[in-house]
């Protein structure tokens, strides 16, 4: 645990979010979670993002970013635009919302410097980017780099799950005691259902797929020591 330091946790109320949350509680002495308003369609991602703050007692705030929802255009944010089923051949999936990791790092930047805070979690992953470019590692270090001399500040952009998959995150899951929590009280899904979700979306289906492989492998080890 990192004594005498606090770090705030980007938390969206899903599986990735919210696992570095409790990540976050383990390793450091006090967490503070800040949640982003962007006008998505599963807004209800917002609702247990805050019911999970409350419920372990941990501060939590939620922003308004709104007018990004408003300039960029994409199947998160409006409703005549369905959610695409397969990663496209070529380009970004349309669920991918231009600057958007880049603004909620920058504002949580802002915030933590307000509070003395250096340390910021977010729950990217390269292993399971799903053709997002601003959640690779090569992203997180420049910006990193550019708030640091933005501000005159020294952050330090902390990505627990940047180098694990989907099936090696519900094992870090598990490993700290909350995988139950994560599967029933996250929601992923891009349509908006709480849990293992619509079972449909490349959300569903990336979380769906690593839990089974993760259960498996847990069960198979389970039946070798016997």
């Not at 705030?8 to 308003?37: H, P």
């Not at 669920?95 to 729950?123: E, P, Y």
């Not at 005691?177 to 349509?191: F, K, M, S």
Request: glycine share 6%; net charge neutral; aromatic share 8%.
């Amino acid at each position: 645990m990192k004594k005498n330091k606090i770090a705030l946790v980007v938390l969206s109320g899903g599986q990735d979010s919210t696992t570095c949350l409790f990540w976050a509680r383990k390793n450091y002495e006090n967490i503070i979670a800040i949640s982003f308003d962007y006008n998505q369609k599963h807004i209800l991602e917002l609702k247990y993002a805050r019911q999970i703050c409350d419920n372990y007692g941990i501060e939590h705030h939620i922003l308004d970013m709104s007018l990004l929802g408003k300039l960029a255009p994409n199947s998160l944010t409006r409703d005549n635009i369905p959610v695409d089923t397969e990663a496209p051949e070529v380009g970004t999936p349309n669920s991918f919302v231009d600057g958007r990791n880049m603004l909620f790092l920058t504002f949580a930047a802002i915030f933590a410097k307000q509070r003395g805070i250096t340390d910021i979690i977010t729950g990217v992953s390269q292993s399971d980017f799903s053709g997002y470019p601003d959640c690779r590692d090569v992203f997180i270090k420049s910006l990193n780099v550019s708030l640091n001399l933005a501000m005159d500040y020294q952050f330090d952009i902390v990505t627990p799950l940047m180098w694990i998959d989907k099936k090696e995150t519900w094992a870090l899951a598990d490993e700290l005691g909350v995988l139950d929590i994560i599967r029933n009280e996250t929601l992923t899904c891009y349509n908006g259902i709480i849990g293992d979700g619509c079972g449909n979306c490349p959300a569903c289906k990336l979380r769906s797929r690593g839990l089974k492989k993760y259960l498996a492998e847990k069960e198979t080890k389970s039946q070798s020591k016997k």
